[in-house]
């Protein structure tokens, strides 16, 4: 994946797209920061150590993205959400609500009697599972849900 990028920069900055540029600096900047703090090369990342980074580069792009709409500023908004749609191409799939749910029920049938002092360990399992392929806050929704249906 980290070559993928490097390729896709080359070829930004040969095509003068000049956002895209940008974007890959920073997510390139991302990974190298990461890779710092863990004192190993950025290439010794494999590619869902990679996701992971990524995915955390698109998520705050659009809780930014989020921000700016509220507060009436449509153009840093939209900015945001193009960045956003930049890294998101470095992702997997991510997948449906549905899906999700099929995963969090199989989980759920692995606990006797559920409480909401579960959600922690179910979040984590299927986290697991999933991997880049859901965010972590509609995992977390989902499971929540879930949880206070099997109690009711």
């Not at 080359?10 to 000049?18: M, R, S, Y």
């Not at 890959?24 to 494999?46: C, H, M, R, V």
């Not at 697991?128 to 929704?141: H, P, T």
């Amino acid at each position: 994946m980290l070559d993928q990028i490097e390729r896709d920069l080359k070829t930004a900055l040969l095509a003068g797209d000049k956002d895209k540029v940008e974007t890959l600096k920073t997510l390139k900047s991302a990974i190298q920061y990461e890779a710092g703090n863990k004192s190993i090369k950025p290439d010794a990342f494999s590619d869902e150590q990679l996701q992971v980074i990524a995915a955390r580069e698109s998520k705050k792009r659009q809780e930014a993205a989020d921000l700016y709409k509220n507060a009436g500023e449509q153009e840093r908004s939209a900015r945001e959400l193009s960045e956003k749609a930049i890294i998101d191409a470095y992702l997997p799939s991510q997948m449906s609500e549905e899906e999700l749910q099929e995963i969090i029920k199989e989980e759920l049938s692995k606990t006797e009697s559920l409480s909401a002092s579960d959600m922690g360990r179910i979040i984590g399992a299927v986290k697991a599972r999933v991997g880049a392929a859901a965010d972590g806050s509609v995992i977390a929704r989902l499971v929540k849900q879930s949880l206070e249906q099997s109690s009711k």
